[in-house]
């Protein structure tokens, strides 16, 4: 069987969101299939952490590369002598014209819910764009459940025509963080003192991070603490770290400016740290220091750094809505992601309540072992392997 991959997404330096799941589906598919035929298709030369070219893997860089999925893709597909048996996007967006089968990945419906969060041109292509490609893909492939029912009540499709393929996460690098050195040197890097709680995912509106501000406020001036070295030792120095990109920092943030200013009006700023982009080999620790992962999201269609919070032993805070109680089961504390009073106490409680920490870090510990990059590829190449059942 002959498969082509779009490998747009895949191919780039920091991945996140779609990006991410594009680059780990390739990487663990190309690790357990060795009989089938692939050809990832890309924008320019491969990256090189992608799968090495072999007997059966390979790759070819379109011309021209823009307008990807509306010339790029279908030209490459009518052109090619050789026809593939299907073509896989890892992404929301399948090629406009096909003469073979198409299957896609949908991760979440945010932009019908909140179209207010999002640009004019980022809603616009949203909107058209999946909608072409949900309703004309030969079969969907989605990361929860919830998107799953969510696609269905929507663009009324068949639910024998939608998979679900649970994202995973780096087992390497994720786990419990023995070794109190390291937590202290990467702590020390970042200029953390004293206790924190932590918030990893791009800043925008939908992230919920000016109501987690608010909530977080709460708790240092009703504790009359305002973070200083001096405090720090006393325990009374907790702090918010939010790490993640902004709109200025590339393309996924969008919205970021009100949010930045919140620490100031509410008085704050010392306790509160932006971070940016932090590298991968220093999130673990940063993880296994704090005393809880914090995700008030309104909207996630999953939610990859649940995972990697519950694999290094953390307890999480996390909203009751969408896929989020799916992904979390009994590891963390869910809220109302609308209520800064519910966020309030959801942050007070886990931050002083040990026992409860620790219940819900074993939680968290047996909840992930559900998932794993390689479960996800395998889902989805069991999708290849039937492709003549696809309709």
């Given at each position: 069987?002959?498969?082509?991959?779009?490998?747009?997404?895949?191919?780039?330096?920091?991945?996140?969101?779609?990006?991410?799941?594009?680059?780990?589906?390739?990487?663990?598919?190309?690790?357990?299939?060795?009989?089938?035929?692939?050809?990832?298709?890309?924008?320019?030369?491969?990256?090189?952490?992608?799968?090495?070219?072999?007997?059966?893997?390979?790759?070819?860089?379109?011309?021209?590369?823009?307008?990807?999925?509306?010339?790029?893709?279908?030209?490459?597909?009518?052109?090619?002598?050789?026809?593939?048996?299907?073509?896989?996007?890892?992404?929301?967006?399948?090629?406009?014209?096909?003469?073979?089968?198409?299957?896609?990945?949908?991760?979440?419906?945010?932009?019908?819910?909140?179209?207010?969060?999002?640009?004019?041109?980022?809603?616009?292509?949203?909107?058209?764009?999946?909608?072409?490609?949900?309703?004309?893909?030969?079969?969907?492939?989605?990361?929860?459940?919830?998107?799953?029912?969510?696609?269905?009540?929507?663009?009324?499709?068949?639910?024998?025509?939608?998979?679900?393929?649970?994202?995973?996460?780096?087992?390497?690098?994720?786990?419990?963080?023995?070794?109190?050195?390291?937590?202290?040197?990467?702590?020390?890097?970042?200029?953390?003192?004293?206790?924190?709680?932590?918030?990893?995912?791009?800043?925008?509106?939908?992230?919920?991070?000016?109501?987690?501000?608010?909530?977080?406020?709460?708790?240092?001036?009703?504790?009359?603490?305002?973070y200083s070295k001096s405090s720090a030792h006393l325990g009374?120095?907790?702090?918010?770290?939010?790490?993640?990109?902004?709109?200025?920092?590339?393309?996924?943030?969008?919205?970021?400016?009100?949010?930045?200013?919140?620490?100031?009006k509410l008085n704050i700023s010392e306790n509160v740290k932006?971070?940016?982009?932090?590298?991968?080999?220093?999130?673990?620790?940063?993880?296994?220091?704090?005393k809880a992962f914090v995700l008030p999201s309104l909207w996630?269609?999953?939610?990859?750094?649940?995972?990697?919070?519950?694999?290094?032993?953390?307890?999480?805070?996390?909203?009751?809505?969408?896929?989020?109680?799916?992904?979390?089961?009994?590891?963390?504390?869910?809220?109302?992601?609308?209520?800064?009073?519910?966020?309030?106490?959801?942050?007070?409680?886990?931050?002083?309540?040990?026992?409860?920490?620790?219940?819900?870090?074993?939680?968290?510990?047996?909840?992930?072992?559900?998932?794993?990059?390689?479960?996800?590829?395998?889902?989805?190449?069991?999708?290849?392997?039937?492709?003549?059942?696809?309709?």
């Open positions: 069987m002959k498969i082509w991959i779009d490998g747009y997404e895949a191919n780039q330096l920091e991945r996140l969101g779609s990006g991410q799941f594009a680059y780990e589906v390739i990487r663990n598919i190309e690790k357990i299939d060795k009989k089938n035929e692939y050809l990832v298709l890309l924008p320019n030369n491969p990256m090189e952490d992608l799968p090495k070219e072999r007997a059966g893997w390979s790759y070819k860089i379109l011309k021209p590369n823009k307008l990807w999925t509306r010339i790029a893709l279908p030209l490459a597909l009518y052109t090619s002598r050789e026809k593939p048996d299907l073509i896989y996007s890892p992404t929301h967006y399948i090629p406009r014209f096909s003469p073979i089968k198409r299957i896609v990945t949908i991760f979440d419906l945010a932009y019908l819910h909140f179209p207010e969060m999002f640009t004019k041109k980022d809603l616009w292509q949203l909107k058209n764009w999946s909608k072409f490609s949900i309703e004309n893909a030969d079969h969907i492939i989605t990361i929860s459940k919830s998107t799953k029912k969510d696609i269905i009540s929507r663009y009324k499709i068949n639910k024998n025509k939608i998979t679900v393929a649970y994202p995973g996460y780096d087992k390497e690098k994720f786990k419990v963080q023995g070794e109190k050195l390291k937590i202290d040197e990467v702590k020390k890097k970042y200029g953390i003192i004293g206790s924190y709680i932590i918030y990893i995912g791009t800043i925008q509106p939908r992230k919920n991070l000016v109501r987690l501000m608010e909530a977080f406020e709460r708790i240092v001036h009703l504790r009359g603490v305002t009374g120095g907790l702090q918010l770290l939010i790490v993640g990109k902004t709109s200025g920092q590339g393309r996924e943030g969008w919205g970021y400016k009100e949010i930045l200013k919140t620490p100031a932006f971070l940016g982009f932090v590298p991968n080999e220093d999130l673990p620790s940063l993880l296994s220091g704090s996630e269609g999953f939610g990859i750094p649940l995972l990697e919070a519950m694999a290094s032993g953390t307890p999480i805070i996390t909203s009751n809505v969408s896929s989020l109680p799916e992904v979390v089961g009994k590891a963390g504390l869910l809220v109302d992601p609308y209520s800064v009073d519910q966020i309030e106490q959801a942050i007070r409680v886990i931050t002083t309540d040990n026992k409860l920490r620790n219940r819900l870090a074993k939680n968290g510990i047996e909840q992930v072992k559900k998932f794993s990059w390689e479960k996800c590829a395998k889902e989805i190449f069991r999708l290849f392997a039937s492709k003549g059942e696809i309709s």
